[in-house]
């Protein structure tokens, strides 16, 4: 019992280092971008874990000790960011934001793998009518522009389910589901014909535990990177729909897509505080998490990765030049 | 086969295919609107309607008969080309498509010049001097440009271009002076000030233009920047540009004539599928700027719970992107014979 599990443990132990392995041979641009996107993502991730503490006010606090906050007072020594037209403190609305858009994003993308990698598993192991069947279905949803989509089922949802959260990572979710489900299917397809699976089919293994053992593993490689660029679109996403009213409602928690939205009333009167921090935390929150994205993506897709290979002196001048595995 | 047997052929196949999916997107539609909890309406005469009104306006829309007659009458009134009435203000969704669609189509018009001008410019140039500060400049733009939503940057041009220099109007498709003279034949205010000859109104019409379509062409340029940065990449690798120096053409030449004009190739296919994001950005830009397309009508209808008006206006949005995608794949079909095979 105990050496099978050894044995587990250090097949663990290998897969985690062939996983990890490119993100710590990464070199140059995707190194940078790779990191920087760490390093972002991860103050917004503590943004949102500490805000009680880091949050001077709250989200919706408009007064303090029984005395009101000026109204759109510009940024100052009390409120580093300025005040809304509410009275509310632009920058504890910033803080309390990241935790809105982290729980959303985070919701929408569980959901989008929860039901689109299992969809798109079966759909393309099985094919058949069921398979096309999807497929048609998915397309047609792909056919709605995505933010359209997001729309009209929050819109749809709001007058129902009670929180604003989940209404806005279901909205979300749906658009992403049929991306998750094409690439998941098409590389299955291509999966199904190799030859170690038809091995396991030979042996006589159901087609549960091929799909569990022999594909899955192979096929969720792009998963992560599709996920974390789908999570800097979500985050777009979920601040468009602030923007029109839907989603996250005002009375439920701090969202930055609302707060530019309230801003460009504001602006008329040359008022700038109230929409260019909201604004800059959503470029910098979506900038993080795409160079996250995107250098993953340049580190793990061995089509794209670049990798140095060392050059070995045999004494004579090679006349191979250094070679480079690059590019789509 | 011939050339034009196998277009044909092509062709037709791809008809074919788009009438399962215009179906499955009608019904989707009309699935979402329907499994909606709540009576669509009185949640558009605001909640307060009496019972009477609310059933007799029901009995005259037909939200009392059986779901699937409401789905077959539906159905056969798309076909006929009636996508609907909408209940809060009674105007046909066939008069919005016509005038507020035109508003939308003059914007994504010019917003698509600026993106493609912008990504071409940046892109081309990307690609051409790889990992030089320029592409890393580029890059980084595309990125930045990519993470910023069009209603902040729309925000920003608002704050700099209207308020601060005083430059340009920062809301609204034309002055309403402008707008009260102006003849209207297409509905488009750039072309009707254009047919008249009123170039006062026209020099209007563009002022209120320049901050909305800029701003979504940045923000959809961002797209093109990345695609032709690989593509020319890509290109550049290829045998025949090889080839074309080994001929001793000059490097010039063997870029701009060889390498971008294959390198923007695929953006037509991208152009095409950009539509529905465009659109989308579309419904963000109109309600920023205040401009009367049918994005800013859908966000009216949407807090006017107009469930009638919503339903048509999504209809009209899902047809408009298939329709794209169709003439897309036969402008790739005609350029690209590999792609009828």
């Known amino acids: ?328 | 086969m011939n050339q034009g047997s196998s277009l044909k052929r092509y062709a037709i196949t791809r008809l074919a295919l788009v009438v399962p999916m215009v179906f499955i997107l009608l019904t989707l539609v009309f699935l979402l609107m329907r499994v909606a909890p709540g009576n669509p309406v009185s949640a558009s005469l605001g909640g307060h309607a009496p019972p009477a009104v609310i059933k007799a306006i029901s009995h005259q829309l037909g939200y009392d008969k059986p779901v699937y007659v409401q789905y077959g009458h539906y159905l056969g009134q798309i076909i006929r080309g009636n996508f609907g009435t909408t209940i809060s203000d009674r105007r046909s969704v066939g008069s919005i498509i016509l005038v507020n669609g035109a508003a939308t189509l003059e914007l994504t018009f010019f917003a698509m010049i600026v993106a493609i001008f912008v990504g071409m410019l940046i892109g081309l140039l990307s690609g051409r001097y790889r990992d030089s500060p320029l592409d890393t400049g580029g890059r980084l733009f595309g990125i930045i440009v990519y993470a910023t939503p069009v209603f902040f940057l729309g925000l920003l041009a608002q704050l700099v271009f209207g308020i601060w220099l005083g430059w340009l109007p920062i809301s609204d498709q034309a002055s309403p002076i402008t707008q009260a003279l102006l003849q209207t034949h297409t509905n488009i205010f750039f072309l009707d000030a254009i047919i008249d000859g009123n170039w006062s109104a026209l020099w209007d019409i563009t002022q209120h233009l320049i901050l909305p379509a800029t701003t979504l062409g940045i923000v959809y340029g961002g797209v093109f920047i990345r695609l032709i940065r690989v593509n020319v990449i890509r290109t550049m690798k290829e045998d025949y540009i090889e080839a074309a120096r080994a001929r001793g053409i000059n490097e010039r030449s063997v870029v701009y004539h060889h390498a971008f004009r294959n390198a923007l190739v695929p953006v037509i296919t991208v152009v095409g599928l950009q539509l529905a994001l465009l659109l989308g950005g579309a419904i963000l830009t109109e309600t920023t700027f205040n401009w009367p397309g049918l994005g800013h009508e859908l966000y009216i209808y949407l807090q006017n719970r107009d469930y009638a008006a919503v339903q048509g206006i999504v209809v009209v949005f899902a047809l408009v992107v298939v329709a794209a995608s169709i003439v897309i794949d036969f402008a790739n079909a005609f350029i690209d014979p590999r792609v009828r095979y």
């Open chain 1, 1 to 328: 019992m105990a050496a099978t599990a050894s044995v587990r443990l250090q097949r663990r132990t290998v897969g985690m280092r062939r996983a990890l392995g490119p993100i710590a041979e990464a070199r140059g641009m995707a190194r940078t971008m790779l990191w920087t996107g760490v390093g972002v993502t991860l103050v917004f991730v503590l943004m949102a874990i500490f805000a009680p503490i880091i949050s001077p006010y709250g989200f919706d606090q408009y007064q303090s000790g029984g005395h009101r906050f000026a109204q759109l007072a510009r940024p100052s020594h009390a409120h580093l960011f300025g005040t809304t037209v509410q009275s509310t403190d632009v920058l504890s609305r910033i803080v309390w934001g990241a935790q809105t858009e982290l729980e959303v994003v985070g919701l929408a993308l569980a959901f989008g793998l929860v039901v689109g990698v299992p969809l798109g598993l079966i759909a393309g192991y099985f094919g058949g009518p069921f398979d096309r069947g999807t497929v048609l279905f998915m397309d047609a949803m792909f056919a709605f522009p995505p933010l359209l989509l997001a729309i009209v089922i929050a819109f749809l949802l709001g007058s129902s389910v009670n929180s604003g959260v989940l209404v806005a990572a279901i909205a979300i979710t749906i658009t992403y589901i049929p991306q998750y489900f094409r690439v998941v299917r098409n590389h299955v397809i291509s999966v199904r014909e190799e030859p170690y699976v038809e091995a396991a089919r030979a042996l006589g293994a159901k087609p549960f535990t091929i799909l569990r053992r022999y594909v899955f593993f192979n096929v969720v490689q792009n998963v992560p990177v599709i996920a974390t660029l789908n999570a800097a679109d979500a985050v777009l996403t979920l601040t468009a729909l602030g923007f029109l009213g839907y989603g996250v409602q005002p009375t439920q928690g701090a969202e930055w897509g609302y707060d530019v939205s309230r801003a460009v009333s504001d602006a008329a009167s040359g008022i700038w505080w109230t929409g260019l921090f909201p604004g800059i935390a959503i470029v910098l929150l979506v900038t993080g998490l795409t160079l996250l994205g995107e250098g993953l993506n340049e580190t793990i897709n061995p089509v794209l990765r670049r990798r140095s290979i060392r050059k070995v002196d045999f004494g004579a001048p090679s006349l191979e030049p250094e070679t480079e595995i690059l590019d789509p």
